[in-house]
């Protein structure tokens, strides 16, 4: 099974922060979306992007799709200590119906 | 607020049982997923159906089978438990099945997950 590759893997930063976080695979996606998992919770959609070179804002987060729809990346502007979680990427081939997960990263944000 | 609900947050079972996992949803979605999820390989399609009594296998489908009596409820069976099968379990709900491109594509909504231990 293809995986997407995420990094980082893991990343700890002080609140206030700027951080990105990286999607890549070599394989070209139809569209593609970043979930965030809270611990004991479930995945929660935060946005699907799904023409090349798009970017999608949502509040401090800034989402982009690569122009060759191989990539994507999740910016957060000063980041919060809410902003903790796991991060997920999940792309989906043209012509399939199944989303593959990235390997994710998690993200703490200190006080 | 769509609802996804896994009947136990924690499990506990030995090798060799016959492990029952049960995922409900109150949204009337015709489409039901079972993942597993791993550290450091992301989550994993086991099965999904996109109707009652409708199943079709995902990535990693040995070792387990499905149930969908009714549209709302979708259950996941360990025929046998081994202990390579301990992990998070997510099951989750869709609208629609994704279809490529377009911003029509729906959102999964997942439960919070089990977590089962086989010893």
Same mark, same amino acid.
């Given at each position: 099974?293809?995986?997407?590759?995420?990094?980082?893997?893991?990343?700890?930063?002080?609140?206030?922060?700027? &951080? #990105?976080?990286?999607?890549?695979?070599?394989?070209?996606? %139809? !569209? /593609?979306?970043?979930?965030?998992?809270? $611990? @004991?919770?479930?995945?929660?959609?935060?946005?699907?992007?799904?023409?090349?070179?798009?970017?999608?804002k949502?509040?401090? &987060? #800034?989402?982009?799709?690569?122009?060759?729809?191989?990539? %994507? !990346? /999740?910016?957060?502007?000063?980041?919060? $200590? @809410?902003?903790?979680?796991?991060?997920?990427?999940?792309?989906?081939?043209?012509?399939?119906?199944?989303?593959?997960?990235?390997?994710?990263?998690?993200?703490?944000?200190?006080? | 607020?769509?609802?996804?609900?896994?009947s136990?947050?924690?499990?506990?079972?030995?090798?060799?049982?016959?492990?029952?996992?049960?995922?409900?949803?109150?949204?009337?979605?015709?489409?039901?997923?079972?993942?597993?999820?791993?550290?450091?390989?992301?989550?994993?399609?086991?099965?999904?159906?996109?109707?009652?009594?409708?199943?079709?296998?995902?990535?990693?489908?040995?070792?387990?089978?499905?149930?969908?009596?009714?549209?709302?409820?979708?259950?996941?069976?360990?025929?046998?438990?081994s202990?390579?099968?301990?992990?998070?379990?997510l099951?989750?709900?869709?609208?629609?099945?994704?279809?490529?491109?377009?911003?029509?594509?729906?959102?999964?909504?997942?439960?919070?997950?089990?977590?089962?231990?086989?010893?």
């Amino acid at each position: 099974t293809q995986l997407l590759e995420q990094s980082p893997q893991f990343l700890s930063i002080q609140e206030g922060e700027n &951080l #990105t976080v990286y999607c890549n695979s070599s394989s070209v996606f %139809s !569209s /593609l979306q970043w979930y965030r998992q809270e $611990p @004991g919770e479930g995945p929660v959609l935060l946005v699907t992007v799904v023409t090349g070179g798009e970017v999608k804002k949502l509040k401090r &987060l #800034t989402f982009q799709f690569g122009d060759a729809r191989k990539d %994507s !990346s /999740l910016h957060i502007t000063a980041a919060q $200590p @809410g902003d903790t979680g796991l991060y997920l990427c999940a792309g989906l081939h043209s012509g399939t119906y199944k989303y593959i997960f990235g390997t994710g990263t998690r993200l703490k944000v200190l006080a | 607020d769509v609802k996804v609900t896994q009947s136990s947050r924690y499990l506990v079972k030995r090798t060799g049982e016959k492990v029952f996992l049960e995922c409900v949803q109150d949204m009337d979605h015709e489409n039901m997923f079972w993942y597993r999820q791993d550290p450091g390989l992301g989550l994993r399609l086991i099965y999904f159906s996109y109707d009652v009594k409708m199943k079709e296998k995902g990535d990693i489908p040995e070792g387990y089978s499905v149930s969908r009596e009714k549209k709302e409820r979708f259950s996941l069976i360990l025929e046998s438990a081994s202990t390579n099968q301990t992990s998070m379990y997510l099951c989750a709900s869709s609208l629609s099945l994704p279809q490529g491109g377009g911003d029509s594509n729906q959102p999964q909504h997942f439960g919070d997950g089990t977590r089962l231990s086989i010893l």
